[in-house]
């Protein structure tokens, strides 16, 4: 069996460096992704352990400020570079995206935060997504909308970068379908993980505390969440499934067909956690 883990490791940034940030496509093979480009300057305000740091944004950011390794690279003043294979010339500070965003011909407020999906109506309606916008009235701020390209082009690279949405709707009336559909669509190639990872009865933010969330005490069949770093290439968050559970460790299949084999107390830190996912983005 091979160890994914054997070539990935996270870039280090020391709290108080300059960064800048990697916007929108990873990768010639990517697909619905936008035009990259760099924005920054910000500055590591707190490194959060696997890869990932908090920075500090100017008020009003449309970028979350939790993001992973892969997506950061040092700042240098009068630094002006692009992704490499872009020709043009934008300065790194260029302008963040606009308060409204078009999605099927229709304006809706920034979106902020993507929060759940929801297969309840698929394959006959589109995937949908809970998402909180920058929308200041909380009665306006958490609403649906329906998974399109343009959704997509700007949801896949933050779920790769910020980790795995939680999930519902799943049935075995359309499980065939989500399974095709997250293989052709969002690309989780050859072993998708089909299963319902928000089994609570109330949305994300509609109670005033979250829900409690109790790690499993059965390994085998759970879903871990872990961010890789391939060298030579741009790393991303991955789930996997945990297939075998002996006395010699825990065998994880991520999705991308590759295997780990983690002791019993590394697989149980790696147990997705959709409560965290959701509300510690606010902490």
């Known amino acids: 069996m091979q160890d994914a883990t054997a070539s990935r490791s996270p870039k ?38 696997k890869g990932a740091y908090r920075l500090l944004l ?12 892969d997506r950061l690279e040092p700042w240098i003043d009068s630094d002006f570079t692009l992704f490499p294979n872009d020709k043009d010339t934008l300065p790194a500070t260029a302008p963040l995206p606009g308060p409204t ?19 309840s109506l698929f394959p006959e309606q589109p995937a949908r997504y809970y998402v909180e916008s920058n929308q200041s009235d909380a009665s306006e701020r958490y609403f649906w909308i329906n998974e399109s390209t343009e959704i997509l ?18 049935s075995s009336r359309n499980v065939k379908a989500v399974r095709s559909h997250k293989v052709n669509t969002y690309l989780q190639y050859p072993s998708p993980i089909v299963s319902n990872t928000w089994t609570y009865q109330k949305l994300p933010f509609a109670t005033r505390r979250p829900p409690t969330w109790k790690p499993p005490q059965r390994l085998k069949g759970q879903i871990v969440h872990e961010f890789f770093y391939e060298e030579g290439t741009s790393g991303s968050f991955y789930q996997g499934r945990v297939v075998e559970d002996t006395s010699k460790g825990c065998r994880i299949l991520w999705t991308d067909g590759q295997t780990s084999i983690y002791s019993r107390q590394k697989t149980r830190s790696l147990l997705y956690n959709p409560v965290a996912y959701v509300y510690d983005f606010h902490a």
């Open 12 to 49: 280090e940034f020391p709290v108080g460096t300059k960064v800048k940030v990697m916007y929108g496509l990873k990768g010639p093979t990517d697909k619905h992704k936008l035009e990259p480009y760099y924005v920054g300057p910000y500055i590591i305000k707190q490194n959060l352990g």
């Open 58 to 69: 100017p008020p009003g950011s449309a970028f979350s400020d939790r993001i992973n390794a």
């Open 101 to 119: 965003l078009e999605t099927g011909g229709e304006i809706i407020p920034r979106i902020r935060r993507y929060l759940l999906r929801d297969y």
């Open 153 to 170: 082009n700007e949801f896949l690279a933050l779920e790769e970068n910020n980790g795995c949405i939680p999930e519902k709707g799943i």
